[in-house]
C-alpha cells in the first residue's frame, strides 16, 4: 500500500525529515556512552 499511496509516501518523508534533527541530537549527546540509539528507536514493545 504504501509504495502505490503518493499521500502515505509523502507523510512519511515529512516526517522523516522533521524527525532528523532529533535524532543527531540524541547521537551526540550519547555518542561517548556506547548505547545504540537506532537500536532504541525502533524497539516497538
Known amino acids: 500500500m504504501t509504495l502505490k499511496n503518493d499521500i502515505t509516501k ?3 518523508s515529512i516526517r522523516k525529515w ?3 534533527p532529533l535524532v543527531e541530537k540524541y547521537d551526540n549527546l550519547f555518542k561517548d556512552s556506547g548505547t545504540d ?3 532504541i528507536a525502533t524497539d516497538n514493545q
Open 37 to 39: 540509539s537506532v537500536a
Open 10 to 12: 509523502r507523510t512519511a
Open 18 to 20: 522533521f524527525t532528523m
